[in-house]
């Protein structure tokens, strides 16, 4: 039996008692984890730019697990000072953060690196890197005040997104990679685990940028995924602690 985006109606609650942040909550995989999350028992707060869409997530949270929180924030235009007041709000209205789900991204399509808007380079190297290490740099205090933390990234296929044409959003996932691991390092004698998740190719508007014709036969539905976002962001996620889990639904 499946309950709200296909989800099972009843998931273990591994994440009760813990509050987990999702960013670019209302996206593809980020609103099917967000429900997932909550359906594991997890207090969520959800990030944003897109308020009626959070809106609609809030409703769909609040009758599967704990009453969530929305947070709108535009990532693009965010200042390191607005994700700081954003840890000091959570410090100050929920007193805990057990985890971080990055799962924002911005892609506008293929387009030869020659031809590339600057702007548009900028844009999709600023959202898809800078912006989430300014989050996470700004949730560590909070993070390493709980027991068992973790923070998360949602990372694309780094051999496919590495090749001719894919650009600032390429360039900036290899460059998300690259810091997983080093943050990894640097925090491996914390609490809080640092890991990234690679899904299989999803159903998603970023990705139906990229294919107007998608026939790949490993093609599944975002909501195949949101339980292995549940695992890294429960103490079972340990395992993968400082790894790209590589996942195929």
């Not at 994440?15 to 209302?26: I, K, N, Q």
């Not at 929305?70 to 200042?79: H, N």
């Not at 799962?103 to 959202?127: M, N, V």
């Amino acid at each position: 039996m499946s309950g709200l985006l296909g989800l099972p109606t009843r998931a273990p609650r591994v994440l009760e008692g813990r509050v987990v942040l999702v960013s670019g909550a209302h996206g593809g995989l980020g609103s099917v984890a967000s429900v997932a999350c909550a359906e594991a028992g997890a207090t969520v707060v959800l990030l944003g730019r897109k308020v009626p869409k959070l809106n609609r997530l809030y409703d769909m949270l609040a009758q599967v697990g704990p009453e969530p929180l929305i947070y709108p924030l535009d990532l693009e235009g965010a200042a390191p000072d607005d994700y700081a007041e954003m840890a000091d709000r959570l410090r100050a209205e929920v007193g805990q953060l057990d985890g971080v789900l990055s799962c924002a991204a911005e892609f506008r399509g293929l387009t030869p690196l020659e031809l590339t808007d600057p702007a548009a380079f900028a844009r999709a190297l600023h959202i898809n890197l800078t912006a989430p290490w300014w989050l996470a740099q700004a949730c560590l205090p909070l993070l390493k005040q709980s027991d068992d933390a973790a923070l998360v990234f949602a990372l694309d296929d780094l051999q496919r997104v590495g090749q001719a044409y894919w650009g600032g959003y390429g360039v900036a996932e290899h460059g998300l990679a690259s810091l997983v691991g080093m943050l990894a390092q640097e925090l491996s004698n914390t609490q809080v685990r640092v890991s990234a998740l690679q899904p299989g190719p999803m159903r998603t508007g970023l990705r139906s940028r990229a294919y107007a014709d998608d026939v790949d036969p490993a093609l599944r539905d975002a909501h195949d995924y949101a339980a292995a976002c549940v695992t890294l962001l429960s103490s079972a996620g340990a395992e993968h602690r400082g790894q790209i889990w590589q996942v195929r639904a």
